[in-house]
């Protein structure tokens, strides 16, 4: 949301309302009718509706024969644009589906967006354990194989900042003290490797490992996530390493 | 870019500048500087700075230490919304994946927007012929496999579209006479599938067919893209066709 106190004649009201109408499409709601948006937007039907049009016409959005509306095609068009989203998902792209092939398993491509992890690709194994996560969805850094990677390299105030706020508990595997986490986090910067083991489903561990981009900074996390019990950790740790450096490799 | 002679107070102009500047980026030039911005959407330095600010805040755009601005991380997120873009791709990926791992050639998964094809997925086959398109990218409907298959299904009024506009050659083999295509196109209706035989590339051939939704139209198109002379395209077709109905049986 646009800061307050703008001079007049700045674009910052307007725009902060047409945002406020994008930003009422989430993954739960992906379809919304005209009273929606309104409500989620906080805005006035009339003025929901004007936006929705322009958004419409320009391709942002779609409305279909119900007046149902959804993110449009053209949105879609320039997200493909992120250097983080597709970008890094094309170079990935290789790398992943040799993984994915060779384990059977899933493989996850992921990246850190202020506290939270954003899922760039997921390859489901033929037969692999069920996940959570989906592509362009968010998920706690706390808790998978990606976040804890993730979480391992981020600056230091994001990770005071998410060691500070309350940790959500997926099952009764989840690390919720802080000073255990910092443990875990310390280990993953020693190793090279994170091990989230039924730390998001009781029935799932996940092995992460972190990608550079050519000035050596962490930009993205690989992994992988088995069945608990079918594999042991420290036997895919090689295995998700290597494609996490190949991957590095071809970033340059 | 919205209509002109709105009544006052309609957001028009703003959201239309605001749009400019989104448009500003594309898969040509996905790295702006403010500059190039301020060109590129015909505005003032000052506007186009303002804009780009409130896009940074909201994480629309991201601007790096060199003052390049690119498409950031949560405009992918909600591209990745658009049930054309990514619901599509998530439902049709294991089936794609499945023509690649059993052919080792180029898959791709494409939808029409206007008079044009847009690229929703592709999955390069090991060693498979190097082709042009990419994720996000649009192409002429009137060359490729998928293009052909999605230009054959569309409403009368975009075929006239493309028909009445000159038609553009990509090598000695496109087909770029009308009434040739018109006749390519019906072909295409009666047999279910399409052949773009060096129409884009001079080494390779591509055999799209249609992707129907539930309620049997065409929604968007799949293809192999091999290399010319290693497949005969009458014994890819069948191929192509039965994993564009599993696909459509996946879209319910």
Redesign the interface.
């Known amino acids: ?3 307050r106190g703008r001079v007049p004649g ?3 009201p ?6 406020r109408v ?1 930003a009422a ?3 739960d709601r ?2 919304l009718r005209l009273s929606e948006v309104a409500r989620r937007a906080g805005l006035p039907a009339a ?1 929901a509706h ?2 929705l049009g ?1 958004f419409c ?4 959005l ?1 409305r279909d024969e119900a007046g149902v509306y ?18 890094l998902r ?1 170079r990935a792209l ?1 790398f992943l ?1 040799d993984l994915s ?1 060779i384990t059977r398993e899933n493989v996850q491509l992921a ?1 850190r ?1 202020g506290t939270e992890v ?1 899922y760039i690709e997921r ?2 194994g033929s037969g692999a354990v069920p996940v959570l996560t ?3 969805g ?1 998920f706690a850094l706390t808790a998978t194989g990606v976040g804890l990677v993730l979480l391992a390299h981020a600056p230091a105030d994001v990770q005071e900042d998410v060691l500070h706020s309350p940790i959500e508990r997926y099952t009764p595997e989840t690390v919720t003290d802080p000073d255990r986490l910092r443990h875990l986090l310390a280990d993953v910067r020693t190793h090279g490797f994170s091990i989230s083991d039924r730390q998001v489903t009781s029935d799932a561990l996940s092995v992460g490992a972190p990608i550079h981009d050519g000035r050596g900074q962490v930009v993205a996390a690989v992994s992988l996530v088995v069945r608990y019990g079918s594999a042991a950790p420290h036997t895919l740790a090689p295995l998700v390493m290597t494609s996490a450096r190949a991957i590095s490799r071809a970033l340059g």
Chains 1, 2 share one sequence.
């Open positions: 949301m646009p800061p700045a674009t910052g307007v725009l902060g309302r047409a945002l994008l499409f989430t993954p992906p379809a003025t004007r936006v322009e016409e320009w391709g942002a779609e959804r993110v449009g095609l053209r949105l879609w068009e320039l997200g493909a644009l992120a250097p983080r989203g597709l970008g094309e290789p589906e092939q990246v967006e954003v390859i489901a989906r592509v362009g968010r």
